[in-house]
């Protein structure tokens, strides 16, 4: 007999696969439409409750659509990069020592990430 355990999903892997099917849609997508477009076996509920998630964790936005929500990512988060991006912001927001934090994040970058940040910030970080 498999342990349940075993058959979980890595962490994030289900709210990967969720926001994924929302970049790829051309409009906000109900609960449904992003479990068909899944095409996994996961319940409503589960579909539901990561978009909930996602929604209380800034990720997504939503918009009412007859009894429930449709859902989009909001516009600093339209791929995987962005989504990297607010989680960063995020962390840093945490610490009350923003340039001890900066300061300790910049002295661990390899030598080929520092050479990156140094170029993104000469040229106003775009």
Do not use: C
């Given at each position: 007999?498999?342990?349940?355990?075993?058959?979980?999903?890595?962490?994030?892997?289900?709210?990967?696969?969720?926001?994924?099917?929302?970049?790829?849609?051309?409009?906000?997508?109900?609960?449904?439409?992003v479990?068909?477009?899944?095409?996994?076996?996961?319940?409503?509920t589960?579909?539901?409750?990561?978009?909930?998630?996602?929604?209380?964790?800034?990720?997504?936005?939503?918009?009412?659509?007859?009894?429930?929500?449709?859902?989009?990512?909001?516009?600093?988060?339209?791929?995987?990069?962005?989504?990297?991006?607010?989680?960063?912001?995020?962390e840093?927001?945490?610490?009350?020592?923003?340039?001890?934090?900066l300061?300790?994040?910049?002295?661990?970058?390899?030598?080929?990430?520092?050479?990156?940040?140094?170029?993104?910030?000469?040229?106003?970080?775009?």
């Open positions: 007999m498999t342990d349940a355990k075993d058959e979980r999903r890595p962490a994030g892997e289900l709210e990967a696969s969720v926001l994924a099917a929302l970049w790829a849609a051309d409009a906000p997508r109900t609960p449904g439409q479990q068909l477009s899944l095409g996994a076996s996961l319940a409503r589960t579909v539901t409750t990561i978009l909930t998630r996602l929604y209380d964790k800034g990720v997504i936005g939503r918009r009412r659509e007859g009894r429930g929500y449709a859902y989009f990512p909001v516009q600093d988060v339209q791929d995987a990069h962005g989504l990297t991006a607010r989680r960063m912001h995020s840093l927001d945490r610490d009350s020592d923003r340039e001890r934090v300061a300790r994040f910049v002295a661990q970058l390899s030598p080929g990430d520092e050479r990156i940040l140094r170029n993104l910030l000469e040229s106003d970080g775009r």
